[in-house]
Each structure stands twice: as C-alpha cells, then as structure tokens.
Nanobody, 122 residues
Framework: QVLLAESGGGSVQAGGSLRLSCAHS????????IHWFRQAPGKEREGVGA????????YYADSVKGRFTISQDSAKTTVYLQMNSLKPEDSAMYYC???????????????WGQGTQVTVSS
C-alpha cells in the first residue's frame, strides 16, 4: 500500500510560480517512481514528469520543459513540482502518482493521490 498526499495548489496570475508537494509513504517496492500528472476540464490526463525514488528525473512533458522542475527531499518522503512562468493553459488538477516504472503511461500507475487544483489567470 502506498499513500500519496498533494498540497500547494492555488490560484496565481500568468507568469507566476507555485510549488506543489507530494508526501508519499508506504511500500517502497511499490513506489519506485513518483509521477506528476495533470488533467484540465474536457481534456485527457497527461504526464507532467516523473522522478525515481532514488533520485533522478526521468522525463518532462514538452509543454513544461524549462518551466517546471521535479525534485525530492533528502529523506525521500516528499516530491516537489516547482512551476515557474505559469500560463493559463497550465490550469488543471494536478495529481501525484506512484508506480514501478517512470514512463508517462497511466497503465504503469498503481496509486493516485487526490489531486490539487492549480488555476492560472491571464
């Protein structure tokens, strides 16, 4: 069993920044990779990026490269998503997820958090 809890969402103006946190715990064999996904109303959920439990970011979506950064604390209990230069199209529900593979394929996800809302106004 893996528990995931996101925090840090909110409303911000375009060009601003937010940092999301994902506190994760439970079976380490089931959370070898921690992901961020997002889903905007009327759109499919998309992978934002992922990081191995031991460190090392595996991918970023093209739409966020150069603006978003994934990192992990030294205790390996919290993964962060630093979002800079936010755009209205970044508005979405952001989900933390866990699985044993670091692809952007949702089929590889075993656990999901509840999500945290990010709204970017123009």
């Amino acid at each position: 069993q893996v528990l995931l809890a996101e925090s840090g969402g909110g409303s911000v103006q375009a060009g601003g920044s937010l940092r999301l946190s994902c506190a994760h715990s439970g079976d380490t064999n089931s959370r070898k990779c921690i992901h961020w996904f997002r889903q905007a109303p009327g759109k499919e959920r998309e992978g934002v990026g992922a990081i191995y439990f031991g460190g090392g970011v595996t991918y970023y979506a093209d739409s966020v490269k150069g603006r978003f950064t994934i990192s992990q604390d030294s205790a390996k209990t919290t993964v962060y998503l630093q979002m800079n230069s936010l755009k209205p199209e970044d508005s979405a529900m952001y989900y933390c997820a866990a699985g044993n593979y670091c692809s952007a394929n949702e089929d590889d996800i075993d656990y999901w958090g509840q999500g945290t809302q990010v709204t970017v106004s123009s």
